[in-house]
C-alpha cells in the first residue's frame, strides 16, 4: 500500500464507465458495536427470502475503501442477478458509520452487527459472504462466526494480512484473484490457496489488476457461473 499515494487509491476505487449504475434498494442506518452503521441493500424487483442473503464487505477504510467501491458494487449486482438481497456497508469511521478504524479487530464486529439485524429480518434466509481486499480478511476471519454457508473472496491480503490465524474454511468458497495486483501479492494468494486443506474454486485472471479496471463484466460472469447452481441448493431447508 505505500506505493500510492491515498488521492490515487481513490481514483481507483471510483466507477471506470464501464460498469452499471449503483443498484439501489433500502439505505439503513443499524446500529453496530461503536455506533451507527450505514447500510444499503440492493436486489431483485422480487426478492424470494428463503434465498440467500449475500453481505459484502469493502476495502481498507484508510486508503479510500467504502461500500461505494466499483469492485463492491460488482459484486453486488452479480449476486442481485442470481436473485440474492445484495447487502452492502461502510465499517467504523466510513461514511456515516461512526468509530474508528480498528485493523479487523472491530470491523469483524461491525460484520457481525450486519448479519445478526439481517437474520432478524431474514430467519430463514441462508447467509453468503463476500469481501474484497481488507474486506476478504474481515470476512475470511468472520465467516465462521457469522455462520455463514458460502464465502467468496476477492483479491484476499495475504501478504499485508496474517492469514494464519484464521479459521480454516470448510464451507464452499471462492478465490478470484488477479495476475497482474498492484497491492495483493498474487503469487502469495496462490500458495495461501494451494495449502488449504480445503480448496477453494480459484478463478486466476491473469490480465486483471487490483481493481479489475476494464475486467468488471468477466469478474460478474466469473461468479455467476460458479455459484448459479448453488442458489436453489441454498434454499432454506424444507423449501426447496
Known sequence: MDDFHLEELRRRHRYDGLEEDICIGEELLIQGPAGALEVLTSGPARFDPTLPIAIICHPHPLHGGSLANKVVHILAESFNALGLLSVTFNFRGVGRSQGRFSRGEGEVGDLLAVVEWFRGRYPEAPLWLAGFSFGAYVAARAHRLAGAERLLLVAPPVNLFD??????????????????????????????????????????????????????????????????????????????
Do not use: K
Request: glycine share 6%.
Open 163 to 240: 492469514f494464519l490465524p484464521l479459521p480454516e474454511i470448510t464451507i464452499p468458497w471462492m478465490v478470484i484473484q488477479g495476475g497482474r495486483d498492484e497491492v495483493t501479492e498474487p503469487q502469495a494468494v496462490a500458495a495461501w490457496v494451494h495449502a488449504r486443506p480445503r480448496r477453494p474454486e480459484y478463478c486466476w485472471m491473469a490480465d486483471a489488476d487490483h481493481f479489475f479496471h476494464g475486467r468488471m463484466n468477466r469478474l460478474r460472469e466469473a461468479i455467476i457461473s460458479a455459484w448459479r447452481d448453488a442458489v436453489q441448493e441454498a434454499r432454506a431447508p424444507g423449501l426447496r
